[in-house]
């Protein structure tokens, strides 16, 4: 016997708990409009549950000065579950949270198991008294779960009223393998002032989507968490992972993606930064045959990326385009940068190899450690592009039959660099 429950809830102004669930294919669906909304979702121990379904929306909408934000908490345990997959005309989502003005929106999604999906999740804030959104987001201890789409949006009004000065945080946690994230977004549409804040734990293998586009760009073309405004910080640690593929843009001033730790193999992370002061920090990569791309855009930038644990045949390109720019990395292994030590000097430099730092601006700073052997790397200040002046590149390499190549562009440049071991080469042009 398959039992099919259907669940819906209109209401204004009131505090909701749907109820609990314990069969397969129960549908539910929220409607809550005026204020002070908040909904409990539990659809436990069954399969093929919906929390919206095609036509039927979840939606809370405070319209006027709620008290408090809304607040809904959605747990379904169990395979092939799902919430949120209708695109609602007008609203972009199917999971839709807006408050006019006053506290933010909050939603916590807690979905365990296998084949579960999340499609479309839209928290909006309006107004110049409207503060950030909050999600959580949690796949745990299954499968092929995917998470389509999450944006978190908040502006002031178009006639110029100063907008709220909070932005928003997202928190996202996928554990098991062959789970995907299509598009994580946090905006600010006429308030550039706010700092959004990302959070994302990734346990298992083959998560994510869609290789990098290439390390020049270090785009990604699936999987792409995307912050718009100032300050905005990100925490992304792939742990006891292999095969996961992330994106990361932040586009505004002063942004930090510092909390990065990867520990697996033949992981792919790529991150753009665009704008002025942005830092961005690899704190450990411990693994094999991973892909590693930074691109940052505008002025007194600072890069790092540390390879633990002796790791090998990890790929590496860092970006730097303005001045008074900082880029290090520091090695423990072998085989790393270049696919081929044969850097034959600075000639390949130019050519995009594997293993490069290149920065474009003026009074750049770069630094390079090595311990290993066979790993090979591209420094360069300066290009056709745009020469730079007083710049510096210091490095030392213990170890054998690894291969380094400087190119320093513009006056005043120094370059200054310690090997120890045999059959090293250097190739050094300014």
């Not at 506290?103 to 999340?118: C, E, H, K, R, Y």
């Not at 990361?248 to 992370?269: K, V």
């Not at 700073?365 to 300066?382: E, K, P, R």
Request: no cysteine; aromatic share 4%; glycine share 14%.
């Amino acid at each position: 016997m398959t039992l099919t429950k259907k669940v819906l809830i209109t209401t204004t102004a009131l505090t909701l708990s749907a109820g609990m669930s314990y069969a397969d294919n129960n549908e539910a669906y929220i409607d809550q409009l005026g204020n002070n909304h908040s909904a409990i979702i539990t659809q436990d121990a069954g399969s093929n549950n919906k929390a919206g379904s095609v036509g039927n929306e979840i939606l809370q909408r405070s319209q006027f000065t709620p008290t408090f934000g809304n607040t809904l908490s959605i747990t379904q345990n169990g395979d092939d579950n799902e919430v949120g997959l209708d695109t609602v005309p007008s609203r972009n989502s199917g999971f839709f949270q807006f408050n006019q003005s006053g506290p933010g929106s909050t939603a916590t999604v807690l979905q365990d198991t296998n084949g579960n999906v999340i499609g479309r999740v839209n928290q909006v804030a309006r107004t110049a008294s409207a503060t950030g959104n909050t999600l959580t987001v949690t796949q745990d201890g299954g499968d092929n779960n995917e998470i389509g789409f999450i944006s978190q949006d908040r502006s002031g009004s178009v006639d110029g009223t100063p907008a709220g000065r909070l932005g928003h945080t997202a928190s996202i946690t996928q554990t098991g393998n062959n789970n995907f994230i299509a598009l994580v977004r946090q905006g600010t549409q006429f308030d550039s002032s706010a700092g959004n804040e990302v959070t994302m734990l990734i346990v298992g293998d083959n998560n994510g989507g869609g290789s990098l586009t290439g390390l020049a760009s270090v785009g990604a073309s699936e999987s792409s968490v995307v912050q718009s405004g100032t300050s905005n910080t990100l925490d992304y640690t792939v742990d006891t992972g292999n095969f996961n593929q992330f994106g990361f843009l932040q586009d505004g001033d002063s942004n930090m993606a510092n909390g990065l730790t990867i520990t697996g193999d033949r992981n792919e992370l790529g991150i753009i930064q665009t704008g002025d002061m942005n830092e961005v920090s690899l704190a450990s990569i411990d693994g094999s045959d991973n892909v590693i791309g930074f691109s940052q855009t505008g002025e007194s930038n600072l890069a790092s990326a540390t390879i633990m644990g002796m790791g090998s045949n990890n790929e590496f390109a860092i970006m730097q385009n303005g001045f008074d720019n900082d880029a290090s990395i520091m090695i423990d292994g072998d085989d790393n940068g270049a696919t081929s030590t044969g850097l034959f000097g600075v000639a390949a430099l130019v050519g995009g190899t594997n293993g490069v730092i290149a920065q474009w601006g003026d009074m750049n700073d770069a630094s390079l450690s090595i311990t290993g052997s066979n790993n090979a790397f591209a420094l360069a200040q300066g290009t056709s592009i745009a020469n730079g002046n007083n710049n510096l590149i210091m490095g030392t390499v213990d170890g054998d039959d690894n291969a380094v190549a400087v190119a320093q562009g513009g006056d005043g440049n120094t370059a200054v660099f310690t090997q120890t071991g045999n059959g090293n080469s250097l190739g050094i042009v300014q």
